[in-house]
């Protein structure tokens, strides 16, 4: 190596970077006390912005291009050197390569349970998780604010001040939205949008702008899910004791098919509790009845009026309710001998033996005596 060549590499003559990895930030240009040569080519990619810093002061910024380093083009550094002419001399500074592509599928999530008040069910908590994508909008701001002085930057480096602000703020903005617990799986792009318009200012702080936040999943304590499941059952289920009706039905079919004498012993015994059971969970029912809607116990409905059937002529008619009945009695076309039949009953009888019809007659005089 001649002596030309010696003083030609103390000189650094091209600058630039290119990125192999996926979550660099921000690389410092290694100079190793080597001088920036005057008329050095510089190569800025696309997706990259390079700071220069002169004695720990941002100096001046070059967007993608190629550039050759004169005091032409380093204007601020120029200044700060007191270049007030041209000057070809070697010259020092720190060079810095700033990533600005999006860094995407950057995961976030509750590490443990948010409180928070729900208009329906009251306080509860609730876990959350996502991504986002985010990428570097002011290099010198970055710089300044995240980067500092290091010689390397990556993503896992903010990755979670990033996530904490994410969820912390991102839960706040949930909470201010009033959303109903159950709305919002419905409404996730909504509730991004309001979760994004609520930390976006906070990332271009640091020189970042949020370029996406997704939610994936909201979701509650396993204990609150497997409550909801059994109210969401019950909704389905609908008439209580037509279904326990159709599982004794089921039971009773099933024991007829066994060949054990005893199946049909436990199966009447099975029909039998399941009745029971439901006798006494509609006598629970019928003392309050809670309304979701309105969030107070409310009265259920009154109970069906009873109905009879007439056999008038060898015919069924009705079914008619007992008012209609006493108009009838009043018209003549009722009377005590007249045949009757109600649900439950095993045939057809006088109307003067049910209890519910005695009092139609009361007040009626007896059929007059007949003529002398």
Do not use: C, H
Not at 15 to 39: A, G, L, V
Not at 280 to 298: E, H, R
């Amino acid at each position: 190596m001649g002596l030309f060549d010696k003083l030609k590499n103390e000189f650094i003559d091209i600058i630039e970077w290119t990125d192999n990895s996926t979550d660099t930030i921000m690389w410092k240009f290694p100079r190793y006390q080597n001088e920036i040569k005057m008329n050095a080519k510089l190569t800025v990619r696309e997706s990259q912005v390079v700071v220069f810093l002169n004695e720990g002061v941002i100096a001046d910024v070059f967007q993608p291009g190629m550039y050759t380093l004169q005091t032409q083009n380093m204007p601020i550094l120029a200044t700060l050197k007191g270049w007030k002419y041209g000057f070809d001399s070697p010259f020092k500074a720190d060079v810095f390569f700033i990533n600005t592509k999006q860094f995407t599928n950057q995961k976030w999530g509750t590490k443990n349970p948010i409180m928070l008040r729900d208009a329906e069910f009251g306080p509860v908590r609730l876990r959350a998780f996502g991504s986002y994508a985010f990428k570097v909008t002011d290099g010198g701001k970055f710089l300044k604010e995240i980067g500092g002085t290091a010689q390397e930057f990556t993503v896992e480096e903010i990755n979670e001040q990033l996530r904490n602000l994410a969820v912390s703020r991102g839960m706040d903005a949930v909470a201010e939205s009033k959303i109903a617990v159950l709305d919002l799986a419905s409404q996730y792009d909504e509730v991004s949008k309001i979760i994004t318009d609520k930390i976006k200012p906070e990332f271009n702080e640091m020189g970042l702008d949020l370029t996406k936040f997704l939610i994936e999943n909201i979701s509650l304590p396993p204990e609150v899910e497997a409550a909801l499941d059994k109210r969401s059952s019950m909704g389905i289920i609908g008439n209580m004791g037509a279904f326990t009706q159709f599982q004794a039905a089921n039971a009773m079919d099933d024991a007829a098919k066994n060949p054990n004498g005893g199946g049909l012993m436990g199966a009447a015994m099975g029909a039998g509790m399941g009745y029971g059971m439901m006798n006494q969970m509609g006598n629970a029912f019928q003392q309050q009845t809670f309304n979701p809607n309105t969030g107070m116990n409310t009265p259920p409905p009154p109970p069906q009026a009873v109905q009879y059937f007439v056999a008038v002529n060898g015919a069924q008619t009705g079914p008619f309710t007992v008012q209609q009945l006493q108009a009838m009695a009043q018209s003549g076309q009722f009377n005590r001998q007249s045949l009757i039949w109600k649900q439950g009953m095993a045939g057809w009888a006088a109307a003067e033996t049910e209890a519910g019809l005695a009092s139609l007659f009361g007040a009626m005089p007896p059929p007059p005596p007949p003529m002398q």
